[in-house]
């Protein structure tokens, strides 16, 4: 029995999908989302709540704290091994979420990426500290423009290793990473949900936003630094949380603290939808369409076997 992908941009609705899909179908939901494998990262990551994770089974949530790394690699042994149980207990291991990257590691495997050189990487943190993260992502992007439009400037964890693999070996990551392994396990069916309209996206992106902060976005963020998670470590560094981290510094205000969120979670999204958009295979769903669950359940039927 296969597995089922229900890829799509933030703020889409797919997790409102996987659940109404689950209350038909024998389904169990595997997150494929960077932030919601931390605990105490519930708001800023749109994490179930504790109600719908009793409702129906969730897997890779809360399974790391926030300074406790989990990469691309460690996802793809924790779903395989998730979709093989799953598929025992003869129910379908739907996979949901937004980043990509976990997908590709999923489906491609992983290429043989030259290890990490501390000396290298060294002199790329001191550029950073010379020069700004801004000019060394737009120096990837001259050597290696495929990951330098998957990699937010922000992202200084991604940026800096893409330019290390680029120093080292001469040969862009996104070179390596097109020569990796064959596909392992391939989904029988990728759902895409994702709105036509690029600006009800981002009215969407927007409106998520401030929900965040009008559920207590600042707290959340204010009660991990107390615990001693340093908004240097990678988790903080996520959309909302950076912004976040920012105003609780009073490096921003509250009004620039939405406006910045807002506008890094539309870059956010408009990165999510360029990668969608290279993808020949999927199923694409209008949310909020009138016969989007009727829909979706039917492909997952007719793909898994399972009667809607």
């Known amino acids: 029995m296969p597995a089922v992908f229900l890829l799509g941009p933030t703020a889409a609705g797919k997790s409102a999908l996987a659940l109404a899909i689950a209350a038909r179908l024998p389904c169990e939901i595997v997150s494929v989302d960077s ?22 089974p969730h897997h890779l949530i809360d399974i790391r704290n926030p300074d406790q790394p989990y990469s691309a690699g460690q ?28 997908f590709r590691a999923l489906e491609r495997g992983l290429a043989p990426l030259p290890a990490a050189d501390a000396a290298t990487r060294r002199a790329i943190e001191d ?6 993260w801004a000019a060394l992502h737009a120096e990837l992007a001259g050597v290696d423009p495929a990951a330098a439009a998957r990699i ?13 693999v680029y120093r080292l070996t001469g040969r862009p990551l996104s070179a390596w990473q097109a020569a990796g392994d064959a596909v392992t396990n391939p989904p029988a069916l990728r759902l895409i949900l994702a709105p036509a309209s690029r600006q009800a996206l981002y009215a969407a992106v927007e409106a998520r936003f401030s929900a965040m902060l009008a559920a207590g976005l600042l707290d959340e963020v204010a009660a991990l630094l107390r615990a001693g998670y340093g908004r240097e470590l990678p988790a903080l560094r996520a959309v909302g949380y950076r912004q976040a981290c920012a105003h609780l510094a009073g490096e921003i205000d509250h009004p620039t603290l939405l406006d910045s969120g807002c506008a890094a979670s539309r870059q956010y999204a408009k990165r999510q939808l360029t990668w969608l958009r290279g993808d020949p295979h999927g199923h694409w769903l209008e949310p909020g369409s009138a016969r989007l669950l009727e829909r979706a359940c039917s492909l997952i039927a007719a793909a898994t076997g399972h009667g809607a």
């Open 127 to 132: 550029e950073a500290a010379a020069r700004g």
């Open 152 to 164: 937010a400037p922000a992202d200084r964890q991604r940026i800096a290793r893409a330019l290390e």
């Open 35 to 56: 932030g919601q494998v931390y605990r105490g990262m519930d708001i800023g990551t749109a994490k179930p709540s504790p109600a719908e994770r009793a409702a129906v």
């Open 75 to 102: 996802f793809r042994d924790d779903a395989l091994r998730l979709i093989g149980d799953i598929e025992a207990r003869g129910r379908i291991a739907l996979l949901v979420g937004g980043t990509f990257l976990y």
